[in-house]
């Protein structure tokens, strides 16, 4: 095993190591309290910096509320992809894509507190970036879900059944973060909670695979020429 290093720490390493310190104290702040309600002097404090070190970092409260919310959602994204993309059934993908997200949930706590906080209660921004990270994973799960309903022997089925049923399919997972936070840590509770998600999942695939997509009624159909 190599000597710990000895070198003094680089100026690139104090600002990353300031500017971490400033996200995790937002975070820690946050959980009490939304976005909106925090002052930079607080965040300042939190970290043991002075109020105008802040601006070094970040250009406001609400650009670092953006920054939480793209590191919230990255690992996130790239876990249920793998997932999705691994297992052959929907029964196994819907348990394995459950488990990950409550063991995501629980070690990234703080970051889904603040993304469920600030998807209702946050800065207009904050609350835009939030909307376009979930409308991201309905678009990603929309493709993926067309391959796998298909290779089952389905109808070919509309673009907008494939948006239709992704977007249940998230807004699931979104109800079902919100659940285990109101848990805390009450492991029969979370235990529920992953159950009747999955309950609720596999009805909706129930009726998916055997769902006729219609085409769009002529009089839509102009209207939208």
């Not at 000895?6 to 300031?18: F, G, H, I």
């Not at 609720?200 to 769902?211: C, D, E, I």
Request: hydrophobic share 45%.
């Amino acid at each position: 095993m190599a000597a710990p290093s000895n070198r003094p720490e680089t100026r690139v390493e104090r600002k990353e190591r300031t500017r971490r310190a400033i996200l995790d104290a937002a975070l820690t702040l946050c959980e009490d309290s939304s976005l909106v309600a925090l002052s930079l002097r607080q965040v300042a404090k939190e970290v043991g910096i002075v109020p105008t070190a802040f601006y070094r970092h970040f250009e406001s409260l609400q650009d670092l509320g953006l920054a939480l919310v793209e590191e919230s959602f990255v690992s996130l994204h790239a876990v249920l992809r793998e997932v999705r993309r691994s297992d052959p059934t929907f029964e196994q993908n819907i348990d394995t894509s459950v488990e990950t997200l409550l063991d995501h949930v629980e070690r990234h706590h703080a970051h889904f507190l603040f993304i469920t906080r600030e998807r209702l209660a946050g800065p207009p921004a904050v609350r835009a970036a939030i909307k376009r990270e979930i409308d991201l994973a309905e678009r990603e799960l929309a493709t993926d879900l067309e391959w796998l309903v298909t290779s089952m022997g389905a109808s070919p089925w509309s673009p907008d059944d494939w948006k239709a049923l992704s977007n249940l399919f998230v807004r699931a997972m979104v109800s079902t973060v919100e659940a285990v936070l109101v848990a805390g840590g009450d492991t029969r509770a979370q235990q529920e909670v992953a159950e009747r998600t999955r309950t609720q999942l596999r009805l909706v695939l129930v009726g998916a695979l055997n769902w006729e997509s219609r085409p769009a009624e002529p009089a839509l159909r102009a209207s939208e020429a």
